[in-house]
T-cell receptor
Framework: GAVVSQHPSWVICKSGTSVKIECRSLDFQATTMFWYRQFPKQSLMLMATSNEGSKATYEQGVEKDKFLINHASLTLSTLTVTSAHPEDSSFYIC??????????????FGPGTRLTVL | AQKITQTQPGMFVQEKEAVTLDCTYDTSDQSYGLFWYKQPSSGEMIFLIYQGSYDEQNATEGRYSLNFQKARKSANLVISASQLGDSAMYFCAMREGFGSNYQLIWGAGTKLIIKP
């Protein structure tokens, strides 16, 4: 099946630093990647949708200057949390989708990255 | 109005019993799809089952089946012969339309705990 990896799986950083999270589709080309944020005991909140080679589309209320998304290739998207603060601590999950080969174009999810900002 | 409603925040079920997780949805689209995902404590979202709005038969995948009642706009997940490893959060999600840039709309989730 389609595999999506995320790196790192967890990260602890100091307030004010920037953190980059990578999302890779390992065995397929992802035309679209999604970034979600999940608070404890809550559902997934879509942050942005990115298509390879174009700017990400951010959901309302998500600061694009704080959460930089780059989808430079069909297998890699990165989320950079700039000048992270404790309120940015959360579980970040990416998913990837390809149009061909799937009847219903399901999204394949990465294992998530737990970010803790001290 | 919420598009995906999961009315059960949590459930306790005895091992080996069947369990039904509720999901109702709201859409005016004729073409849509419904997903169920499992999220264990490790955090990974695991795809379980999919039902398309035009599918005439209920979807089944091993111990998972989807009780799709289109007129009632419900898509309940049924897990037969529950196992301890089924303890997890379960999310129902909906895709509206077949456009290439569709998004998934998520329910709030149900925490399922299987008791030995």
């Amino acid at each position: 099946g389609a595999v999506v990896s995320q790196h790192p799986s967890w990260v602890i950083c100091k307030s004010g630093t920037s953190v980059k999270i990578e999302c890779r589709s390992l065995d397929f080309q992802a035309t679209t990647m999604f970034w979600y944020r999940q608070f404890p005991k809550q559902s997934l909140m879509l942050m942005a949708t990115s298509n390879e080679g174009s700017k990400a589309t951010y959901e309302q209320g998500v600061e694009k200057d704080k959460f930089l998304i780059n989808h430079a290739s069909l297998t890699l998207s990165t989320l950079t949390v700039t000048s992270a603060h404790p309120e940015d601590s959360s579980f970040y999950i990416c998913s990837a989708r390809y149009l061909a080969g799937s009847v219903y174009n399901e999204q394949f999810f990465g294992p998530g990255t737990r970010l803790t900002v001290l | 109005a919420q598009k995906i409603t999961q009315t059960q925040p949590g459930m306790f079920v005895q091992e080996k019993e069947a369990v039904t997780l509720d999901c109702t949805y709201d859409t005016s689209d004729q073409s849509y799809g419904l997903f169920w995902y499992k999220q264990p404590s490790s955090g990974e979202m695991i795809f379980l089952i999919y039902q398309g709005s035009y599918d005439e038969q209920n979807a089944t995948e091993g111990r998972y089946s989807l009780n799709f009642q289109k007129a009632r706009k419900s898509a309940n997940l049924v897990i037969s012969a529950s196992q301890l490893g089924d303890s997890a959060m379960y999310f129902c999600a909906m895709r509206e339309g077949f456009g290439s840039n569709y998004q998934l709309i998520w329910g709030a989730g149900t925490k399922l705990i299987i008791k030995p």
